[in-house]
């Protein structure tokens, strides 16, 4: 609530500064560490980092440089992930499946990665029941209910672009309001939800963009 | 060379636009197009779809629109995807499996999506010779040598964390200057490569911070 008026830009930048400072303190046991450092570890220039942070408070010292323990809790604090974080999946087809087992890889190496997949849904009738790294897929229809039951608090969905539109409606009246869609296309949703999007042909084409450099 | 200076948020906005254009020839057979209706479809302000499509010329007349096929065709030449884009992927797990057959999709439903998966690479010696729709994985040796042989531009980086450095390094190495990279980490790169980040961890951290609001 108090933060309402912080750029994306800015939120964007806190988990590259998170992925340093966890490093760092799981690494080498470091106890301080500069902006100079912190930015050029985030690929962000010190200023900015200096001024990204000074959003959330007074985290460094003149001379000192940021706690890194403290400034890594407060990180976390921020962006939530101090408690686990449930997430549904809609659409177990093989980009689903990867994403299940790649989350699955990355909560078991990372106690500290509280963000979670628990629950899979699809609407192919053959597929119900099944389960992927434990996790057994449920009909569309069932959605909202063990959003409830679960706690759910984000999706991913990876479903064709035809149904993406519809798929987040569903997931949006479950009461889900952070969406990570894969699907190639915009979706449209009510004001408070949040869309990421990872729509990997538009990186690609970005890409591209470079290639005659 | 020409447009050197313009941001990388422009840049990532044009496929945007490009993907709008396109649903809108195929599906609808429009000639033209206003930046209002360019803006509203591609999530982007009238104000600064005008701006950014300035940089590169001018292609609206006021009080009549786009030319749809016009624009179109022009932001497939700027963003190099008048002609086809092969792409190297390193790295065949379960997430690199799935981004192939991804790909094979893509390129199959839509003729002129001209980025494609052409060869991929692991350095498991268990999978060299196995075929993932239709295309060999070859040892991560081989790279230099095939990325020569079948014009490869780009590369997609799917491996662990703690090799993906070093893959990035074998990859640049063998000539390629743009790089999609799944890997959980900052990667160094000489000047002139350009590196996207779909690192799906720091997606989903970013997302978190919007669930208290």
Redesign the interface.
């Known amino acids: 609530?108090r933060w309402?008026k912080i750029s994306d830009a800015v939120?964007?930048r806190?988990?590259?500064y998170?992925?340093v400072l966890e490093e760092v303190s799981r690494d080498e046991d470091r106890k301080l560490m500069s902006s100079q450092e912190l930015g050029e570890?985030?690929?962000v220039s010190p200023a900015l980092v200096r001024k990204d942070l000074a959003w959330f408070g007074e985290f460094g010292k003149q001379g000192v440089g940021y706690e890194v323990s403290y400034l890594r809790d407060e990180l976390r604090r921020?962006?939530?992930?101090d408690e686990k974080?449930r997430?549904a999946l809609v659409g177990v087809?093989?980009?689903g499946?990867?994403?299940t087992?790649?989350n699955k890889n990355?909560t078991e190496q990372d106690r500290s990665?509280n963000?979670e997949i628990v629950a899979l849904f699809d609407n192919d009738p053959s597929k119900f029941g099944k389960t992927i790294e434990g996790i057994a897929i449920r009909p569309v229809s069932e959605l909202a209910q063990v959003v409830k039951e679960l706690g759910v608090?984000?999706a991913i969905v990876t479903v064709p672009a035809d149904q993406a539109q519809v798929v987040v409606d569903a997931v949006v009246q479950a009461g889900i309001?952070?969406?990570?869609n894969f699907a190639?296309t915009?979706l449209v949703v009510p004001e408070?939800v949040?869309v990421?999007s990872?729509d990997?042909?538009?990186?690609?084409?970005?890409?591209?963009?470079?290639?005659?450099?």
Chains 1, 2 share one sequence.
């Open positions: 609530m309402k939120v964007r806190l988990p590259l998170l992925r570890r985030a690929g921020i962006l939530n992930l974080i997430v087809g093989s980009l499946q990867a994403l087992r790649y990355r990665f963000i608090q984000m309001r952070a969406i990570l190639p915009k408070g949040h990421a990872a990997l042909s538009l990186e690609l084409q970005r890409l591209a963009y470079y290639l005659d450099d």
